[in-house]
């Protein structure tokens, strides 16, 4: 060991020797800083991660090797000291050892200069180390395999020029295998086969943050390969010149055995696939307890079916095998209750013909083009998850997502697979269910309770309900034997006292079915369940067959295994005329948000005017609601008093985006129940110096004409929150690192109000943002300079997003229902349009249904009211405009009302998989200026850096000098 540490210093010194050493580092870090900024373009695209330079590493490591291996062997050749090295008392073995390990720490010193980038990066945003790390360890078993190679190369030439241009040329063979450009030629098996064999394709596995055994053992055994070539070189030429012996034939049977161990191991390693480690900080490439919780739940086999065509886009080809890991893994995780298939639909056309007819799945017209043609390849890349007789299907826009680098330039990754895939296995899963058994994934026993008065006081059309509510228990009980049971209660017996106990347990109060009718009654009905309360609502048609289903739908809010219901109240839309040219509908659109929630629930639309939310609802979500009417009011507020969940987005001021920027206040109709809840919004919206981008239609003036262009600017009405403007710890906020908040006016929480409640505050402006009443949001340049807008003095963090649990008390606690005024407005009025011939009018069915007015004082604890104040941060056109500008799919909005519905239904699971969503991290908002100067700062950081290793080399420098000197003068005096 000693003589390899001694070799290693010597050709360390010799490297230092000269200002070349410095020339090698310096090149690899302009070539670093240069290909991260500028080719890869970091700051355009606004991800907070390294990928740009480990991307580049596997090539230019390829030159840096080459460069520092080159005059290993071939400078001892020419200067004739070889031979003195060959025939010294130092086995082979550890010359090469020697100058491999000083050629090593070289490497080290020279990634070593990069670490400022990662530094850099996180000071910029929420950067992940686990794939930093990852990535340079990729880097240094890389390195050691090219410098291997570069050492091979070395001994077996006489030239550095020469061995520089073997060691390129053999460490860029084994780069090709599996890169794209020969990958796309070849099918999916075929380029697996080549991405084994690439070392560029391995090392862009574990940049990704996958350590696996495979890869490392790889680099490892390319390592030993070539060094044992090395040495096996170096004994030749101790031999030439010689006859060949029986010592010379066992160096050639020992070094061949060697290198076929080294090769036959890694064929073994290649069958183990559970000898990796996921270093990204939240898992996201390996399978989640939440999922296999899911699996577990499975009592039938469940199918997992991949279509992925041999021929597909260059850019979708190396996502294929990475799927196919995962779903191995599904089937590994599912313990026989998962079976995976992957198949090529073009060589099974049984399977691709019972693809389309039965599930949907038809191949994707790809259009690529090469220097020498263009071409459109028709292929599949898509998921079957087939469950019972219920199956979901996934393409390959659920599966990826797409960030633009250029015009030109596409980055195509996998968005979160594992999420997509679990949340169709759940819909499918629940799906099955839903049609099974409701008891079979209720624990405990449920109790139905029915306040309900005696018959005599009830009216007509309520007592065959009464009945059918005994009847339906009994059905139930058919299934689920005793777990149910069914208790009528009088609310009017023991004087009383049963309602004064509801009253103030739950908030119930006497019904009425007219204001001038006196007589009231009682017909409410909970069920209970492991000290769960759910109100059953009392079914609008007054129908058995409404009643069964509101029973069902309360038993399933006590089961984990049935698909959840969201109502969903948006403005009413302007139609399409297409005689004016205006062929799409008018109005705020929220067709992203409703296909994302889709996919996990039922979604059902809304507009509230019968003055209460569909029966079968789970959750209320109200989005940039505009003069509501009473009864609609009184919907949301009777949700809520039951127990309900009502998620709303909503300010005082809506913004037009068609042509010119204009604002104008908009009555809601919930301001005066918002305040009843101890909310309030100011009528103010919020400016912040921490914003997002905006292409903002502005005027200029040109000589007697004026020119409308679009600028991008960084607006102050869109609110940028970062984690610190985020709650800590808050299961709602899950996999959302930055928010964009546009139009936001101020929550105000009245404290005294909600004292009996939990007020969770969830979203927040920066310390360094302010509010204006005014309606003018177009910049004005020309007066406020770059920025536009006049800075406030009042600068402050505000809060735009807030969560209020438990008892609210309703706004109409005292007060008649709306409803029955309505109807009694309406009998008015049909009175009045009467003919003189008393000739009777005729109703419709539904006019002459009984009307019941039933108000609800407060709610249980468990009712919950979710408030973001914007408008529009949700519509399509505001979601298409961040996207256009971040050059990526931006859906945090979206996902996180997902995030609310999950946490607010207790689907805490898939919470949690979506919190190790691959979603892309942005860098913080910055000015051009402020982009400079961290890019000028690295390059001063590579400059330090240089000077730091050329100050340590002089004062090592100095040392061996010392110590020759002091040697020399002992000799001297010796003799």
Request: charged content about 20%; glycine content about 6%; hydrophobic content about 40%.
């Amino acid at each position: 060991m000693k003589n390899i540490l001694r070799i290693a210093r010597k050709e360390l010194a010799t490297f230092f020797a000269t200002p070349v050493a410095f020339l090698f580092f310096g090149s690899f870090l302009v070539a670093t800083l240069f290909i991260f900024f500028w080719v890869e373009t970091f700051f355009a695209r606004n991800i907070a991660d390294v990928r740009p330079l480990f991307d580049w590493m596997p090539v230019l490591l390829i030159f840096l090797c080459a460069a520092l291996t080159m005059r290993s062997w071939a400078e001892e050749r020419r200067a004739g000291t070889l031979e003195f090295l060959l025939t010294s008392p130092v086995r082979p073995l550890s010359l090469v050892l020697g100058k491999f390990f000083a050629c090593l720490a070289l490497v080290a010193v020279a990634l070593l200069l990069t670490l400022p980038l990662p530094v850099t990066v996180s000071f910029l945003g929420p950067l992940d180390w686990g794939p930093v790390i990852a990535g340079y360890v990729a880097t240094f078993f890389l390195g050691a395999a090219y410098l291997a190679i570069g050492l091979f190369i070395s001994v077996r030439s006489e030239n550095q020029i020469i061995s520089l241009i073997g060691t390129v040329l053999a460490c860029g063979l084994f780069y090709l295998p599996g890169s794209e450009t020969l990958t796309s030629l070849v099918g999916n098996k075929g380029g697996e086969i080549l991405r084994l064999l690439g070392s560029g394709s391995r090392f862009s596995s574990i940049s990704r943050g996958v350590i696996d055994l495979r890869d490392l053992f790889f680099y490892c055994s390319v390592t030993g390969v070539f060094l044992c070539l090395n040495v096996y070189g170096l004994e030749r030429l101790r031999w030439a010149g010689n006859s060949s012996n029986k010592n010379h034939r066992a160096w050639n049977l020992l070094t061949m055995l060697l290198i076929a161990n080294i090769l036959a191991a890694n064929f073994w390693l290649s069958r183990i696939d559970s000898i990796r480690f996921d270093a990204t900080r939240e898992k996201i490439y390996s399978i989640s307890p939440a999922t296999k919780n899911y699996l577990a739940r499975l009592q039938e086999p469940l199918l997992i079916r991949g279509y992925f065509s041999a021929q597909t886009h260059p850019l979708l080809a190396p996502l294929a095998p990475r799927i196919r890991d995962l779903l191995m893994e599904y089937q590994i995780a599912g313990k026989g209750k998962v079976r995976v298939e992957i198949i090529d639909p073009a060589e099974h056309p049984e399977l691709e013909q019972e693809a389309g007819q039965k599930y949907g799945i038809r191949p994707v017209p790809f259009e690529t083009s090469s220097k020498y043609q263009a071409s459109v390849t028709n292929s599949y890349f898509d998921i079957l998850i087939k469950y019972g007789d219920q199956f979901e299907t996934l393409g390959f826009r659920d599966l990826i997502e797409i960030k633009s680098r250029g015009e030109r330039d596409l980055d195509v990754q996998l968005r979160n697979p594992e999420y997509d895939i679990t949340r169709a296995i759940k819909k499918t899963l629940y799906a099955y269910q839903g049609s099974g058994d409701l008891f079979a994934n209720i624990q405990g026993k449920v109790a139905v309770t029915g306040y309900i008065s005696a018959d005599e006081k009830l009216p007509e059309e309520l007592i065959p309900l009464k009945k059918k509510l005994s009847s339906l228990v009994d059905t139930l009980k058919k299934s689920g034997g005793d777990r149910i049971s069914l208790q009528l209660i009088d609310p009017d017996a023991d004087n009383g006292k049963i309602a004064r106990d509801i009253a103030s347990e739950f908030g119930f109060r006497p019904m009425a079915v007219s204001l001038l009718n006196p007589q009231t009654f009682w017909f409410y009905i909970t069920l209970e369940n492991n000290s769960q309360t759910v109100q059953v609502p009392l079914p609008q048609g007054l129908s058995g067959e409404e009643l069964e289903r509101n029973v069902k739908n309360a038993l399933k809010r006590f089961s984990r295994g049935f698909l959840k219901t969201i109502a969903l109240y948006t403005p009413p839309a302007t139609p399409p005329i297409p005689q004016m040219g205006m062929m799409m509908p008018q109005g705020k659109q929220f067709r992203l948000l409703r296909e994302t929630l889709s996919d996990e629930y039922t979604v059902v639309d809304t507009d509230l005017k019968k003055g209460r939310v569909p029966d079968e609802a789970d959750l209320l979500m109200v989005l940039a609601p505009g003069n509501l009417e009473d009864k609609q009011v009184f919907a949301v507020d009777q949700f809520l008093m039951q127990g309900g969940t009502v998620v709303m987005a909503t300010a005082p001021y809506d913004v037009t985006l068609q042509g010119k920027l204009t604002a104008k206040k908009q009555n809601s109709g919930l301001e005066k129940w918002l305040k009843s809840q101890g909310i309030s919004l100011e009528e103010k919206m919020i400016l912040d110096e921490q914003n997002s981008p905006f292409p903002v239609p502005v005027e200029r003036q040109v000589g007697m004409f004026r020119v409308r262009e679009t600028r991008l600017i960084n607006y102050p009405y869109f609110i940028d929150i970062r984690q610190s403007g985020m709650a800590e710890n808050q299961p709602m906020l899950s996999a959302i690192n930055q928010l964009t908040m546009n139009w936001a006016s101020p929550i105000t929480v009245d404290s005294a109000a909600n004292s009996g409640r939990t007020v969770s505050r969830l979203l927040f402006s920066s310390p360094r943002s302010w509010v204006s009443d005014s309606i003018n949001i177009q910049p004005d340049f020309a007066q406020f300079g770059a920025s536009g807008f006049q800075t406030g003095s009042d600068l402050e963090q505000r809060l735009v997003g807030v969560m209020v649990e438990g008892n609210f008390t309703s706004l109409y606690t005292d007060k008649p229902s709306p409803l029955l005024a309505a109807a009694d407005n309406n009998k008015t009025a049909e009175k009045d349009a009467k003919p003189a011939d008393n000739s009777p009018v005729p109703t419709t069915e539904k006019e002459d249904k009984l009307v019941v007015g039933r108000v609800i004082d407060h709610s249980p604890e468990s009712a919950r009211l979710v408030l973001f104040s914007s408008n529009t941060f949700l519509t399509d056109t505001s979601l298409g405009i961040i996207s256009s500008v971040l050059k990526t799919g931006y859906e945090a909005p979206v996902q996180l009302m997902n995030n609310v519905a999950d946490w607010s239904l207790e689907d805490r699971e898939l919470l949690a998989i979506r919190g190790r969503s691959q979603f892309a991290r942005t860098l913080l908002p910055m000015s051009t200026k402020n982009r400079l100067f961290w890019e000028y700062l690295n390059y001063g950081f590579a400059l330090v850096g240089l000077a730091l290793i050329w100050l340590f080399d002089r004062l090592l420098g100095k040392r061996r000098r010392n110590h020759y000197q002091k040697l020399l003068n002992t000799g001297r005096a010796q003799a």
